[in-house]
């Protein structure tokens, strides 16, 4: 379930805490939509990402427990996963590769390699973007424009083309 939802934190660009306290609730999976509730946010403020299709391949796939309303189940009935079980999952792989390492991946695979505007970028990570000047008068969210940013992300992340680096470490 772990290797799952480090996926799914992958597949969004979310951090752990929003992907390990996702509920089921959150999903629309007729609008391919995840909202996170504001209480849940780094920045205090309701967050909406599109799911691109692997994502929600992804979510059709996942176990369910009865009474659990969490997306990614731990081992004990009616708990979650640790704060930790993603790190874990790549500590298993003997890599010092880390989480928020891959939210990093994201926000330069969309620089260098992406057409997308910084704006929208950031906006997909849930960042402050522009000054507070700026934030008062932006009220959008750019969402149309992220789902196409989330789907060339997924896109991305499917390509087996030989530049991808392996995940595990090699010794030397």
């Known amino acids: 379930m772990a290797a ?3 996926e799914f934190a ?3 660009a979310a951090r752990t805490n929003e992907v390990i306290g996702a509920r089921w609730a959150e999903i629309d999976f007729a ?3 995840w909202t996170i509730p504001a209480s849940r946010m780094k ?3 309701e967050h909406r990402v599109p799911l691109s299709e692997p994502a929600l391949a992804l979510l059709r796939n ?10 990614f189940i731990g081992s004990q009935a009616g708990r979650g996963l640790g704060d930790r079980a993603l790190a874990e999952v790549l500590r298993s792989m003997r890599t010092d590769i880390t989480v ?3 939210r990093s991946t994201f926000r330069d695979w969309a620089a260098e390699v992406s057409h997308h505007p910084n704006h929208v970028v950031e906006q997909a990570l849930a960042h402050a973007i522009g000054s507070a000047v700026e934030r008062a008068y932006r009220r959008g969210d750019l969402f149309a424009k992220r789902r196409h940013l989330m789907a060339d992300w997924a896109a991305f992340c499917a390509k087996a083309d030989g530049a991808v680096m ?3 470490k090699v010794a030397p």
């Open 166 to 168: 392996p995940m595990r």
């Open 10 to 12: 992958i597949l969004t």
């Open 43 to 45: 920045m205090d403020k």
């Open 62 to 71: 996942l176990y369910t427990e009865p009474g659990n309303d969490l997306l």
């Open 4 to 6: 799952r939802a480090l």
């Open 31 to 33: 609008a391919a939509t």
């Open 100 to 102: 928020h390492g891959f």
